[in-house]
C-alpha cells in the first residue's frame, strides 16, 4: 500500500516554513537595521571628535602664548615705569634696567628658554651657530672667533642660531693653506 500525500498537511507545512522564512528575514532585517543605527551613531560621535579637536587645535593657536604673555606683564610694567620718571640719575635709571633684564631673565627660564652663548675657541656648530663670516686665522680654522649675536633655544629647538665669526686657515700668496702649528706669529 501506498501513502498518497494529504494536500492540507503540505499546505500546513509549506506555510509553517514561509513563516519561518519571515521571521528569519524579519530578524535579519532588524539586525541591519541596528547595526544601521550602530554606525550612524559611531559616525556623528566621530564627526564631533573631529569637531572638538578642530576647536582644541584653534583655541592652543589662538592662547598658546598665554602663559608667557602673563609672565612678561611685569617687564612692560617695569619698562613703562623707567621711561615715566622724569628726574631720575643715570644710576636709578641703570639700576631700573638692570632689575627689568632680571625679570626678563626670569621669564626665559620659566618658558625653559635658554641663550645658546658659544665661547671663543668653541668648535663651530651649524645646528646652533650661524657663520656670518670666516676670517684668516692662526687658530683651528671652523672655530668661533667672535661671537656676534647671542643665539636662543625653546626646550630642544633653536628659535635663532648665536651668529658668529669662524676661523679659516691662512693662505700663503700661492694660495695655500698654512696649517696653524707652521704659522709664523711675526
Given at each position: 500500500?501506498?501513502?498518497?500525500?494529504?494536500?492540507?498537511?503540505?499546505?500546513v507545512?509549506?506555510?509553517?516554513?514561509?513563516?519561518?522564512?519571515?521571521q528569519?528575514l524579519?530578524?535579519?532585517?532588524?539586525?541591519?537595521?541596528?547595526?544601521?543605527?550602530?554606525?550612524?551613531?559611531?559616525?556623528?560621535?566621530?564627526?564631533?571628535?573631529?569637531?572638538?579637536?578642530?576647536?582644541?587645535?584653534?583655541?592652543?593657536?589662538k592662547?598658546g602664548?598665554e602663559r608667557i604673555?602673563?609672565?612678561?606683564l611685569?617687564?612692560m610694567?617695569?619698562l613703562?615705569?623707567?621711561?615715566?620718571?622724569?628726574?631720575?640719575s643715570?644710576?636709578?635709571?641703570?639700576?631700573?634696567?638692570?632689575l627689568?633684564?632680571?625679570?626678563?631673565?626670569?621669564v626665559?627660564?620659566?618658558?625653559?628658554?635658554a641663550p645658546?652663548?658659544?665661547?671663543?675657541?668653541e668648535?663651530?656648530?651649524?645646528?646652533?651657530?650661524?657663520?656670518?663670516?670666516?676670517?684668516e686665522?692662526?687658530?683651528?680654522?671652523?672655530?668661533?672667533?667672535?661671537?656676534?649675536?647671542?643665539?636662543?633655544r625653546?626646550?630642544?629647538?633653536?628659535?635663532?642660531?648665536a651668529?658668529?665669526?669662524?676661523?679659516?686657515a691662512l693662505?700663503?700668496?700661492d694660495?695655500?693653506?698654512i696649517?696653524?702649528?707652521?704659522a709664523?706669529?711675526?
Amino acid at each position: 500500500m501506498s501513502e498518497t500525500p494529504n494536500p492540507q498537511e503540505e499546505s500546513v507545512s509549506a506555510a509553517a516554513e514561509e513563516k519561518t522564512l519571515d521571521q528569519l528575514l524579519a530578524e535579519a532585517q532588524a539586525r541591519i537595521q541596528e547595526q544601521k543605527d550602530a554606525w550612524l551613531r559611531a559616525m556623528a560621535e566621530t564627526e564631533n571628535v573631529r569637531k572638538r579637536a578642530q576647536a582644541d587645535v584653534q583655541a592652543a593657536h589662538k592662547f598658546g602664548i598665554e602663559r608667557i604673555a602673563e609672565s612678561l606683564l611685569p617687564v612692560m610694567d617695569s619698562l613703562e615705569a623707567a621711561l615715566g620718571v622724569a628726574q631720575g640719575s643715570p644710576q636709578a635709571l641703570r639700576d631700573g634696567v638692570e632689575l627689568t633684564l632680571k625679570q626678563l631673565k626670569a621669564v626665559f627660564q620659566r618658558v625653559e628658554l635658554a641663550p645658546v652663548e658659544p665661547v671663543v675657541g668653541e668648535r663651530f656648530d651649524p645646528h646652533q651657530h650661524q657663520a656670518m663670516a670666516a676670517v684668516e686665522s692662526t687658530t683651528e680654522p671652523n672655530t668661533v672667533v667672535e661671537v656676534m649675536l647671542k643665539g636662543y633655544r625653546l626646550h630642544d629647538r633653536i628659535l635663532r642660531p648665536a651668529l658668529v665669526t669662524v676661523a679659516k686657515a691662512l693662505e700663503n700668496t700661492d694660495g695655500n693653506p698654512i696649517s696653524p702649528s707652521n704659522a709664523d706669529p711675526n
